[in-house]
Each structure stands twice: as structure tokens, then as C-alpha cells.
């Protein structure tokens, strides 16, 4: 959206981020006065404050900042600047991560970071710094998250199941004509991604690389099995997907463990299933527990989402088996660039751990590459050891 942000609700110019001021994130947002000598062309390092520390997310760095004199009673915020060059592996939706979290909260998504405009007009777009720590610290992976947990991460689905397409078409940046509008457009979307924006525009580098580990990219192919399998896809009313929902983007608030969801710039609007697959993947729920998952979800969703959950037993593992395969074209090239970009000296560090990480990868996704066996550490290194020679 390009027209100014209001505050919903007459306030202060706001409260501090987190727990303590749950009325400040459940506000679209709200319009902050500049600080003294501030304007509308305010950038994320101008902002006026203390830096207590440097978050270095995919697509963004982040400057978390204690203001100074009015915007003290904001509490910490989160001022972000794009990472230049910076790779994509995945589809994006929504340009304005900014824009996206003032409409999930006029939709009433519960515990999102509030977003502050501070200048008006123009002027630069921070987050609240929500305080606490990621859930992975707590409970990490292939551990149980507790049943508290579990039902905020329900209620959080369902409020995205609510969240139509059309409640977002303005934010929207995808030309409506190649928008998928079906189950099965909307996998052979995410196929052609990751065959054209991912492995084709690397491949001049890298092509090499997956012959050496012996993945075949005919597996991204419109007819390959991943593209047979989304013509037998039930077809599922579309919502707002998160797209990278996991451990390290749930914060268990410091005051009273409450999970407040970050890191909203990979959303989607597709399959409610999708999403789903994708936080299973992510998150790595113990055996017991991952089937306890899906059973709520299936529950949760048809009563916000009539026909979410229809075909789930027989699609889930589609969409679980094209998540395994992304990781692999995105793990082998992110860490190939690695490798390459880095010194001479860092080199066997980056190498071993290409090794680590693409073996955890391949094996995973064995049986969906049609790999009649993983390549072992051995193979891998040496791939990876001749890339950086």
C-alpha cells in the first residue's frame, strides 16, 4: 500500500513492543512523529537511539535501537535495510513486509510486530523488538513444543485461514494473470521457481555440481514426478501462508511466554496445505508429536476454511516431498556460493560444512530424487573441494 499508515485506535504514538502492550500490536500501525530535526526521509541509520545489537536476517539486516526522548516510550525497535545481492530461492508474494503486517493486524492475526512509521508520509517503517526469545532456544529441534504452544500455533493458522486472497489483492505483486488459481497451478508454480529462479540461474556455475552429487534437475520438470503428482492434487481454497513459519521465527515473549510470530517477507497467498508441509519440514516435530500436529490442523482449519483440509492424507506428502527437493537445489547452490566467496584460509571450513549440510539434504530427499544412493561425505567433499579450486 503507498497511502499513509494511520493509527486505528486514538493513542499515544504508542507503546512498547511485546507482551506488555498487546493493544499497540493488534493496531494496524501508527503514524509516529519525526524526531527533533527529523523528516520523512528518515533512513534505518539515522534512526535516533541507542544500538544494542545487529540481527542478520536472509533478506535484511536489522539494527535493534533503544529510542531516544519521544520515541522512548516505543521501547525497542527493529530498523531493517535490504541485504544487496542477496540470492532468492523462494517465491515472494508481498514486496512490503511492512504493509503485510499492518493488514494481518486490521485482520486481527493475533501477536505480530507492531509497525511504526516514523516521520509520516515517507518516512522510514521499524518494527517493535519483540522481547523474548526464539522458541528454538527453549525447545529445539526434534523436541516438544508444549500443548500451550501447539494451540497458539493453531489459533495462528486459523487466523491466516480467514485471510482470502482478495482481503490482499492490493499488496499483491504478482500480475493476476500468473497467479495459480488451483492446487495444482499452484505447485507447478512453486516447480517452475525453483527449476528457473533457482537451479537455471545458477546452473552456469553449479550445473556441474549436481552432476558430481547426481541430482537430476528433470525432477523440477512440468512432467517430471513432482509435476505428475500436482495433476492429482485436490484442489483447496487459497489463504495467507506464512512460508517460513519454524522455530526460529516463533518468539516466546518474555513476559508470559505468549508466541509472537516474525519474519513475515517469504508470505504467500496459496494451498493451506502447502503451508502446512512447509512448517513441518521447517520445524522438525519428534515422531509423535509431528502426527499430533497434523491431526489439529485438520480440525482447526475446515471450520474457518471450508474444504482446507480436503485430500490432506493423500497431498500432504506431495507437498513434503517437493519441500525436501527445494532444500536440495537451494543447499547445494547456497553453499557452492559459499564456498566460492570465501577466503582461502575459511575455504576447508566452508567445504566441511557443505559437506554436513547437503548430506543431511540428499538423504532426505533420497526417494524423491531417485537416488539409488546418497552421495557419501567423501563425494561431497570432493564436489564441493574442486568448485573452490
Known amino acids: 500500500m503507498n497511502q499513509p499508515i494511520t493509527p486505528a485506535v486514538p493513542a499515544a504514538p504508542g507503546a512498547p513492543a511485546g507482551p506488555a502492550a498487546p493493544a499497540a500490536a493488534a493496531a494496524p500501525a501508527a503514524a509516529v512523529p519525526a524526531a527533533a530535526g527529523g523528516s520523512a526521509g528518515l533512513a534505518a541509520a539515522d534512526l535516533p537511539g541507542t544500538t544494542e545489537s545487529r540481527l542478520a536476517g536472509y533478506h535484511r539486516s536489522w539494527r535493534v535501537v533503544r529510542p531516544h526522548g519521544e520515541l522512548a516510550a516505543l521501547g525497542r525497535l527493529k530498523a531493517g535495510g535490504p541485504r544487496i545481492g542477496v540470492p532468492r530461492f523462494d517465491p515472494r508474494c508481498f514486496l512490503s513486509e511492512e504493509d503485510l503486517l499492518v493488514e494481518l493486524a486490521r485482520s486481527g492475526v493475533p501477536r505480530v510486530p507492531p509497525v511504526y512509521r ?13 522481547e523474548g526469545e526464539p522458541l528454538s532456544r527453549q525447545r529445539p529441534p526434534h523436541e516438544r513444543i508444549t500443548g500451550r504452544q501447539l494451540s497458539q500455533l493453531m489459533a495462528l493458522f486459523a487466523a491466516m485461514a480467514a485471510i482470502r486472497p482478495t482481503s ?18 499452484f505447485l507447478l508454480t512453486l516447480l517452475h521457481f525453483t527449476r528457473h529462479r533457482v537451479y537455471t540461474l545458477h546452473a552456469a556455475r553449479f550445473a556441474g555440481l549436481f552432476t558430481a552429487l547426481g541430482v537430476d534437475p528433470g525432477v523440477l520438470a512440468p512432467d517430471g514426478p ?46 493451506p496445505v502447502y503451508d502446512l508441509a512447509t512448517h513441518l519440514h521447517l520445524t522438525h516435530y519428534p515422531r509423535g508429536q509431528q502426527q499430533v500436529v497434523v491431526n489439529r490442523w485438520a480440525r482447526t482449519m475446515p471450520a474457518v476454511l471450508p474444504g482446507a483440509a480436503d485430500g ?32 582461502r584460509d575459511l575455504r576447508p571450513v566452508r567445504v566441511a560444512q557443505a559437506t554436513q549440510a547437503v548430506g543431511t539434504v540428499l538423504t532426505r530427499a ?21 568448485l573452490a579450486s
Open 168 to 185: 490482499l489483492a492490493l499488496l499483491h505483486h504478482c500480475p493476476p494473470r500468473h497467479r495459480p488459481h488451483t492446487s495444482r497451478e
Open 312 to 343: 490432506l492424507a493423500a497431498d500432504l506428502p506431495v507437498y513434503l516431498a517437493y519441500k525436501r527437493v527445494q532444500s536440495v537445489f537451494t543447499d547445494v547452490i547456497r553453499h557452492g556460493l559459499a564456498v566460492r566467496a570465501a577466503d
Open 366 to 386: 533420497a526417494s524423491h530424487l531417485g537416488l539409488r544412493r546418497v552421495p557419501g561425505p567423501a563425494v561431497i567433499e570432493r564436489a564441493y573441494t574442486r
Open 226 to 271: 513432482l509435476g505428475r503428482a500436482a495433476g492429482r492434487l485436490t484442489d483447496r481454497p487459497f489463504c495467507l501462508l506464512h512460508g517460513d513459519l519454524h522455530r526460529d521465527n516463533l518468539i516466546v515473549a518474555a513476559e508470559d511466554g505468549a508466541l509472537w510470530t516474525i519474519d513475515w517477507e517469504l508470505a504467500l497467498l496459496g494451498d
Open 118 to 130: 516514523l516521520g509520516g508520509g515517507n518516512g522510514l517503517q521499524v518494527h517493535g523488538y519483540i
